[in-house]
């Protein structure tokens, strides 16, 4: 038996967890082989092609694929135990009985193969901390376990042995390493790959629109605490965010950059405004576009298979083969430091010392490792060969077809192509039942049936190579047939959603319209809060991001109309006029607006049009009658004989902040903002 080379690299997972293992293979798109031991004995072996898992075989019998298949609904009972007692007869892969009994097709089988695949590979999250780990660089210890390897995008799977199984202690270390730090989502995230939920996906959606602190993150009440902080650590490991200095980070003596709209100093409104009227308007939200999992040839079982093959040299890329390498880029596993967004970094000599104590079972053998190429961060698996998407009704080719992306497309492929963009443009206005084309009293048995169909028509691996550019789009329509199978083969899920149904929103844009909506109202009442306290700068960055996400609320206009008044450059007559347009156009947004008359009123009066200034006055006292600042202009107006007192300080300066009862207004609550957005 040939003696095996020593690893590439090695250390233990205390100082090195799986997670940071998972995110630098495919970070470095390694390909070989992961021996896990644990009390010296193996625990794990994980073949990685290119950086993804492709195949993983437990000491301990776990997730059989019988099994995964009977609890995914694909297989029922009597066909796995018929398939188990010809096993017995006969040492075969439990998928091929399977469909040789014709208890699944190439497509179930597939889905089975990939579920198996993801659970084995977070049962090995439950690995105790003082496992160790040794790589073998292009070697394939599993090459004749099973079948042909399975790449998986690891991310979905990283993400949930994180939360699942959260190792705290390098959890803490990693947010102790960002201080006072805030994170953002950066330019070239992928984070829809993470497949994160919609509570999950929604705190992902505030990174990417403000720089927050995970304290920050924590205190918006989206997620957890728990969940803030396991988020920005997985985030962090698979550099999806950029770090950002705060103040608290600060030297002394170095100062704190400008704000981005100064205001000019004086008296500002704190006017408590009795209502604030909301008009729903579609707001348009980003393409969901997830990176999904390449389809491979479904031969790999798990359940039985002959015993440790020999290992072979895994190919590279191109194909070739060479010598291996000295351990220059992967005697530094995990070296990242914070500041380029990624793990903690072990110990130094954890990737010298010697060869780990590696008996492989009987038979085994290694040949030299191969030279794995290098490739950008994060990179997704490598694609199989592309396939075309069938006609309806139609099954898939078998045979692969190659395309070239500079080659001119086909008729056929034009005609495809606009089948997928008009596809992917209006599956988001239409429910989960209409996506999936089946009646709203379809049982689970028909809808799972129904998107299976579906998957083998809009997976976004099945697309030929020339219509690259529309994967996307593909992947956006593949990603909300998923979603509402996973919802209506629920039956909690399904009842929730039923209830949303009935009273409107249950459309991927209607849900993103009223989030978008409540995120607005939230980031309004900031805004007041911050003008109580004259900060007009962060006053003015919150309202202009309520007008942005919610842009037909007049009182979100009116404020930035005002706060823009305030300004030393805007105080004289052509720009003030030029903001009482602007309050113009928030009253065509809503006639009733109090804010707006009231606003426009005192750059009236500031312009010393005391005729207009009285009507803006009297209708924003009639509309509020606790509004006794209006109510006090238009006693003024009326006992001076229709003169108005020009604001202290003359036509430039700022107006008092106008006073309200302490009598609690009507409020809109939100049935009656939902009542408004969808209506029937």
């Known amino acids: ?131 160790e780990f040794a790589f073998y660089e292009g070697v394939d210890a599993l090459a004749r376990y099973g079948g042909l390897p399975t790449p998986l995008d690891p991310l979905p799977v990283l993400w949930r042995g994180i939360r699942q199984r959260p190792q705290w202690e390098h959890v803490d270390a990693t947010l102790k390493r960002l201080g006072g730090a805030a994170v953002r989502i950066g330019p070239t995230a992928q984070v829809d790959r993470f497949q994160f939920t919609r509570a999950e996906a929604s705190a992902v959606e505030l990174l990417r629109q403000r720089t927050m602190r995970v304290v920050e993150l924590a205190a918006t009440k989206v997620v957890g605490p728990s969940v803030a902080q396991l988020l920005v650590y997985c985030l962090v490991i698979t550099k999806q965010v950029e770090i950002v200095e705060t103040a608290s980070m600060r030297p002394p003596g170095r100062p704190l950059p400008p704000p981005p709209a100064p205001s000019a100093p004086g008296p500002q409104t704190g006017q408590a405004f009795a209502r604030v009227q909301l008009q729903a308007r579609p707001i348009q939200r980003q393409p969901l576009v997830v990176e999904e999992v390449p389809p491979a040839p479904s031969l790999a079982d798990g359940r039985f298979a002959s015993p440790m093959p020999q290992a072979i040299p895994l190919p590279t890329e191109g194909g070739a083969t060479g010598e291996a390498r000295h351990g220059s880029d992967i005697g530094a596993l995990i070296s990242h430091t914070i500041a380029s967004s990624s793990p903690p970094a072990p110990e130094e000599d954890e990737m010298v010392t010697p060869a780990l104590p590696f008996a492989p079972p009987p038979g085994a053998a290694f040949a030299p490792p191969v030279d794995a190429p290098s490739a950008p961060a994060i990179a997704p698996p490598p694609p199989p060969p592309s396939q075309p998407l069938p006609a309806p009704g139609a099954s898939a080719p078998a045979v692969p077809v190659a395309a070239s992306s500079t080659r001119e497309l086909t008729v056929e492929q034009n005609a495809l192509k606009g089948k997928i963009l008009e596809r992917a443009e209006a599956i988001t206005g239409q429910n989960y039942f209409q996506m999936l084309g089946v009646d709203e009293d379809a049982t689970p048995e028909m809808i799972q049936k129904q998107f299976i169909q579906l998957a083998k028509l809009w997976h976004p691996d099945r697309l030929p190579g020339a219509l690259a550019d529309v994967k996307d789009a593909c992947s956006k329509v593949f990603a909300n047939l998923t979603e509402a199978h996973a919802t209506l083969t629920d039956a909690e899920r399904r009842a929730e959603y039923m209830t949303l149904l009935k009273d409107g929103g249950a459309t991927p844009d209607e849900q993103a319209q009223v989030q978008a909506v409540l995120e607005a109202a939230t980031e309004f009442q900031k805004a007041e809060f911050h003008m109580k306290r004259n900060d007009n700068a962060k006053a003015y960055e919150l309202v202009k991001r309520a007008f942005m996400l919610d842009p037909e609320q007049a009182d979100y206009l009116a404020l930035m109309a005002w706060i823009e008044a305030q300004r030393s450059e805007n105080l004289g007559k052509e720009k003030t006029l030029e903001k009482v347009a602007m309050l113009d156009a928030a009253l065509k947004r809503n006639p009733n607006c109090e804010r707006a008359y009231f606003y426009r009123a005192l750059l009236f009066k500031r312009v010393e049009d005391s005729r207009k200034a ?67």
């Open 1 to 131: 038996m040939q003696t095996p080379p020593a690893p590439t690299a090695q250390g233990s997972l205390a100082r090195t967890p799986f997670p940071h293992l998972l995110v630098y293979a495919l970070e470095r798109r390694l390909t070989g082989t992961f021996e896990l031991l644990a009390s010296g004995a193996s625990a794990a072996t994980l073949v990685v092609v290119a950086g993804a898992p492709a195949k993983v075989r437990t000491t301990e019998g776990v997730h059989y694929l019988g099994e995964v298949l009977v609890e995914l609904g694909l297989v029922d009972q009597a066909a796995h135990a018929t398939s188990l007692a010809q096993m017995q007869e006969s040492p075969r892969l439990q998928g091929q009985i399977l469909k040789e009994l014709g208890a699944i097709d190439d497509a179930r089988l597939d889905i089975g193969l990939r579920a198996q695949l993801e659970r084995k590979l977070e049962h090995l999250f439950t690995l105790p901390a003082d496992a």
């Open 614 to 680: 009285y009507a803006d006055f009297k209708k924003a006292m009639e509309l509020n009658p606790r509004n006794l600042d209006a109510a006090r202009e238009v006693r003024l107006y009326k006992m001076r004989g229709g003169a108005s007192v020009p604001p202290p300080g003359g036509a430039g300066a700022a107006a008092a902040p106008p006073k309200t009862s302490k009598q609690p207004a009507p409020t809109e609550g939100l049935g009656g903002l939902f009542g408004k957005l969808f209506k029937k």
